[in-house]
């Protein structure tokens, strides 16, 4: 062990096997595929997360490992147990980026998961469960704006509004997608469950943090204990009327972009109360824009599109702060004379991790010497769709400086190993 009391990640495996370098060549393999101009794009559904799951596939078979496609498109590597016709437990994550992203958003979980079935079938330990990693498809919402895209389609979750939402640049539709990926949509179009959630035992997912908590406080790992959901607009659009910017005065504006900031402004400082009363609570506007064809210095704005979202692991915070805003919303079109327009709202409700699984990795946590804080998930995660279809859930982070959706997530492969290492143990030991 090192000063930190921690176990060297290289002393792990007493028999030789090398994950280490098994990490290091795969996160670099994924790398060097999908190099942006400026980041890592893996596109979903396209050539990108393709091509990723294409390494990941060769590297599992490579290690005697199975593989198949199920009828969602996900990649599925299994390790048969003893007792092969119990549920078997599963771990995994997703493989694919935002455009101009980071490395190790979702591949984390993916390469930790395979370098632990890997290990076991090389150590030949003999798993009382069948164990599985399953690559899941789509769960950044950047493309077509849905999250979590394979997970849902598994659980009968995906609507048919899901399925007609189109690609960023509008070339084609989720359904599209899917059935070009090899997915069953006939299935899918009917809420059929692929999976039957009575035959998962426990969903487990490794993942890099991607806020700033672990670095503050130093964590290599942490234990996740919930997963915030959200309720967000891709596209709300203001609409007032357009004029001379010189001859129109206040009283007789009907100004988009002013009414917007209002809005934008009240909800910050309800956030900030609702804060400092111990609600959960985040609230982003990621995107706004005036119309490049007509925007002028000179021009006052006749209309502004922006996105809203706000998260919670609370389900009565998230309805509460979206009313808030639309009740804003209704004051603000009297004051300025404009009108609001929503698209469709896209809700991912909050998820509980399972609170045995909690214990569990807090106490092999405490036995490989690693810490066993636990940490709140302020991002979605596939894990959460499992966790929401009555699947024991649970998370493990590793810290990751820089945060993520962006080309400078940095996870030291340190970290990430002795996440590996909890993860095999809760994989070969699992709750009941």
């Known amino acids: 062990m090192g ?12 028999t030789g096997f ?26 979903s559904f396209a050539a990108g997360e393709e091509e990723a799951i294409g ?32 549920p078997f437990v599963a771990c995994g994550s997703h493989l694919d980026t935002v455009p101009q ?25 003999a798993p009382e469960k069948n164990i599985k990693v399953v690559v899941l498809r789509g769960e950044e919402s950047a493309w077509y704006g849905k999250a979590c895209v394979g997970s849902h389609a598994l659980f009968g979750m995906l609507t048919p509004e899901d399925l007609a939402s189109v690609h960023r640049k509008g070339t084609a539709t989720l359904g599209d997608a899917l059935r070009r990926a090899g997915a069953d949509v006939a299935r899918i179009e009917k809420g059929e469950q692929l999976l039957d959630p009575a035959s998962v035992a426990a969903f487990l997912e490794l993942h890099i943090e991607q806020g700033p908590v672990m670095v503050s406080r130093d964590l290599p790992t942490a234990v996740v204990t919930g997963i915030r959901g959200n309720f967000r607009h891709l596209r709300i659009m203001c609409r007032g009327e357009a004029g001379h910017s010189g001859v129109v005065p206040r009283w007789l504006r009907h100004d988009s972009v002013f009414a917007a900031s209002e809005l934008i402004s009240n909800l910050d400082e309800h956030w900030r109360v609702l804060l400092e009363h ?19 210095v000179s021009r006052i ?14 389900t009565e915070t998230l309805k509460a702060f979206y009313e808030l805003m639309r009740t804003e ?66 998370m493990i982070f590793v810290r990751n400086e820089h945060g993520s959706h962006n080309p400078h997530e940095a996870m030291d492969i340190d970290d990430f190993l002795h996440g590996t290492e909890l993860l095999f143990h809760a994989l070969v030991d699992p709750v009941p």
Not at 278 to 286: A, I, P, S
């Open 3 to 14: 000063d930190s009391g921690i176990m060297n990640p290289k002393d792990m495996s007493e």
């Open 18 to 43: 090398d994950g280490r370098t098994l990490a290091v060549e795969l996160f670099d393999t994924l790398r060097a595929n999908s190099s942006d101009t400026f980041g890592i794009t893996r596109e």
């Open 55 to 86: 390494v990941i596939k060769a590297a599992a078979e490579s290690f005697g490992l199975t593989t198949e496609m199920d009828a969602a498109a996900n990649l599925v590597i299994s390790l048969p147990g003893r007792e092969a016709e119990t």
């Open 101 to 125: 992203g980071g490395n190790f958003d979702g591949a984390a979980g993916v390469i930790a998961g395979l370098i632990c079935l890997s290990r076991i079938n090389a150590e030949g330990i």
């Open 278 to 296: 111990g609600h959960d609570l985040v609230v982003t506007v990621g995107t706004i824009e005036t119309d490049a064809e007509h925007h002028s």
């Open 301 to 314: 704005p006749g209309e502004v599109a922006f996105s809203f979202e706000v998260r919670s692991q609370s």
């Open 329 to 394: 919303c209704r004051q603000i079109e009297i004051k300025r004379k404009v009108v609001f327009e929503f698209d469709r709202r896209i809700d991912s409700p909050p998820a509980r991790v399972d609170p045995r699984w909690v214990d569990r990795l807090r106490q092999i946590s405490e036995d490989l010497n690693l810490p066993t804080e636990t940490v709140p998930s302020g991002a979605g995660h596939d894990a959460g769709v499992f966790a929401t279809a009555g699947i024991p859930s649970a």
